[in-house]
């Protein structure tokens, strides 16, 4: 059974940065895609960010483009997410999910494609 763990999350200002990490576990091989999710008060859940860890590709929403950075801790199977330069419609509840054999798209980065997730920790953005 895949378990994750997620943590990191807080208060902060906007314009500053903050780290997320999702630590996983039960994988029975190397061929899996963690994906991070948010949702903000009063939406739905949205796909912001993959990291696949047969090949490290990574992908990214339009919306966080350019600001977060999503990569794998090598010491052990932790996924970070790094986000910088934070904005106030940056905050919301940040989850991460684990899917074996799933690519990183914009398709796959669809909550329907994720069977795992981890419990959500928010993220708030002071202006």
């Known amino acids: 059974e895949v378990q994750l763990q997620a943590s990191g999350g807080g208060l902060v200002q906007a314009g500053e940065s903050q780290r997320l990490s999702c630590a996983a576990s039960?994988?029975?091989?190397?061929?899996?895609?963690i994906g991070w999710f948010r949702q903000a008060p009063g939406k739905g859940r949205e796909g912001i960010a993959c990291f696949d860890s047969r090949d490290g590709n990574t992908w990214y929403a339009d919306s966080v483009q350019g600001r977060f950075t999503v990569g794998s801790d090598n010491t052990e199977k932790s996924v970070y997410l790094q986000m910088n330069s934070l904005k106030p419609e940056d905050t919301a509840v940040y989850y991460c999910?684990?899917?074996?054999?799933?690519?990183?798209?914009?398709?796959?980065?669809?909550?329907?494609?994720?069977?795992?997730w981890g419990q959500g920790t928010l993220v708030t953005v002071s202006s």
């Open positions: 039960g994988f029975t091989d190397d061929d899996y895609a």
């Open positions: 999910a684990a899917e074996p054999g799933n690519l990183c798209s914009s398709f796959t980065m669809q909550t329907i494609f994720y069977t795992s």
